[in-house]
């Protein structure tokens, strides 16, 4: 089995910064990309960040020059700093992971429980 537990959430005022963290727990053999997906009320989960195992990073336009996502490998953990939030900003996060459980066999992806971020104007 896998878990991945989120923690960081919280409220802020805008213009605050929160920094969420992900680390995954359980079978794993060998972990691809990590990422981080938000989901407002009434809305679509969409993309946040993403970074691969080799270190190369996607952001969504939204939140360019803002967030940064890192991780550390020897802990199976993904990071995401959020600075200059925003009050659009608001939603539950989620972490997702790729994750191999043997050697032999396919990734599959893994979500968190989410964690809620809350922006105020």
């Known amino acids: 089995q896998v878990q991945l537990v989120e923690s960081g959430g919280g409220l802020v005022q805008a213009g605050g910064s929160l920094r969420l963290s992900c680390a995954a727990s359980?079978?794993?053999?060998?972990?691809?990309?990590m990422g981080w997906y938000r989901q407002a009320p009434g809305e679509q989960r969409e993309l946040v960040a993403a970074?691969?195992?080799?270190?190369?990073?996607n952001f969504a336009d939204s939140v360019k020059g803002r967030f940064t996502i890192s991780r550390d490998n020897a802990k199976n953990t993904v990071y995401l700093q959020m600075n200059s939030l925003k009050p659009e900003d608001t939603a539950v996060y989620y972490c997702?992971?790729?994750?191999?459980?043997?050697?032999?066999?396919?990734?599959?992806?893994?979500w968190g429980q989410g964690t809620q971020v809350t922006v105020s104007s």
């Open positions: 997702n992971a790729s994750i191999k459980t043997y050697p032999i066999g396919y990734y599959h992806n893994y």
């Open positions: 359980g079978s794993i053999f060998n972990i691809n990309a």
């Open positions: 970074i691969a195992s080799g270190g190369k990073t």
